[in-house]
């Protein structure tokens, strides 16, 4: 497979631009904060939906200013499920909410896992040229993922509240052994690093010939799977057609920099570094509700997020935003009101 030849570097112009060194928004240092609020585009009167339906205008009302948001911009959201044809109004109006309350945005176009999609999880065969085929017996898909990403980034490239483009939440060209496709039984040849890297060089060519301005952030998870494992992160960052990557962390609550020397976020920190890159670290999560107290989560993640940032990160995003928060269960979400909101407005940089 080979890419298009187009300049791999961002042209001038977007609001957000990256180096070694961070981010900056509109030519200032920008270390930002916010949410993964991943159903935003759910409209029940028109798409199946992902999660609850959100006010967006009180979303976005109630972030500090210049935050940053992550959310699902996945294909299916944009079927309308009585029609079945396109119906782009639930994602026109989160961009519209986003530009009217001066927020920043980072859509991701397709799921690893294939959640809120079709379900299915993406295999080697996927980013091999899956992802340029369209599957006739998908409910929830009406082109392929290539012909989606072109749509949409037309679409939405010259949205003033748009950061930068994600292509895959945490990709994993790996292969599954059983129908469930468990984590411990995936098989992972030994050209997957090559194969990931190859996915971002065709599919990056083709979104920057589109909309040659805005950045391209690679989803990556950071803790070894398959592909970006050890030194293979490195490799896979380096790609000319990533411009921002990424670490998720979860299960370390108040350890700034966890993980090991192989796969630990200190070492993706340093590999970013090498590959020249920023590193934003787009998920942390962590348990609260009945199994821990609202507080206390806020205060562990403020300690992480000082290390991680004194430790050369890019910004933080917090898993996850939810309207309808479950208090008396044990769970990651984030509901209006939630301290977090004070940390994320703490913590945030900009100018």
């Known amino acids: 497979m080979t890419s298009r030849t187009v300049d791999a570097s961002p042209q001038p112009g977007a ?13 200032q240092d920008w270390w930002p904060t916010g949410f993964n609020a991943y159903q935003l585009a759910t409209n029940w009167s028109v798409n199946w939906g992902c999660g609850g339906m959100v006010d967006l205008d009180d979303y976005f009302e109630t972030l500090p200013p210049k935050s940053l948001t992550r959310f699902n911009l996945f294909q299916a959201l944009a079927i309308n499920r009585f029609t079945g044809e396109m119906d782009f ?47 006739v017996t998908a409910e929830r898909a009406l082109m392929s993922f290539q012909d989606w990403m072109e749509v949409a980034v037309d679409r939405w490239k010259d949205s003033p509240a748009l950061a930068a483009w994600e292509l895959v939440g945490e990709p994993e060209p790996s292969l599954c052994t059983d129908t469930a ?19 971002y060089e065709a599919a990056g060519a083709e979104l920057r010939a589109i909309d040659p301005k805005t950045l391209i952030t690679a989803g990556l998870l950071g803790g070894g799977q398959c592909g970006t494992g050890g030194d293979d992160y490195q490799y896979v960052s380096e790609s000319p057609y990533v411009d921002v990557v990424q670490y998720h962390d979860y299960g370390a609550d108040g350890v700034p920099l966890p993980g090991d020397q192989w796969n630990g976020l200190a070492r993706r ?69 939630d301290p977090l909101y004070g940390v994320i407005e703490a913590e945030a940089e900009w100018g």
């Not at 920043?104 to 080697?124: N, W, Y």
């Not at 509700?289 to 050369?312: F, T």
């Not at 928060?325 to 990651?332: A, G, I, N, Q, V």
Request: with cysteine; aromatic share 8%; proline share 5%.
């Open 181 to 199: 496709c468990n984590w411990w039984t995936r098989q992972c040849p030994t050209d997957t690093a090559q194969i990931l890297r190859s996915f």
């Open 89 to 135: 109004g639930p994602m026109d109006a989160v961009f519209a909410a986003a530009e009217a309350n001066n927020q920043m945005i980072l859509p991701v176009l397709s799921p690893q896992d294939g959640a809120c999609e079709d379900e299915t999880f993406k295999e080697r065969s996927w980013y091999v040229d899956g992802w340029t085929e369209y599957d």
């Open 269 to 337: 920190i340093d590999q970013a570094e090498a590959a020249g890159k920023p590193l934003l670290v787009a998920e942390i999560g962590e348990w609260a509700g009945s199994c821990e107290s609202l507080e206390d989560r806020a205060s562990h993640i403020a300690d992480k997020i000082e290390g991680q940032k004194l430790a050369g990160t890019a910004g933080a995003l917090l898993w996850a935003f939810v309207p309808d928060p479950r208090p008396l269960e044990c769970t990651m979400d984030i509901g209006d009101g």
């Open 15 to 27: 609001r957000v631009t990256a180096t070694v060194d961070g981010l900056k928004l509109d030519g």
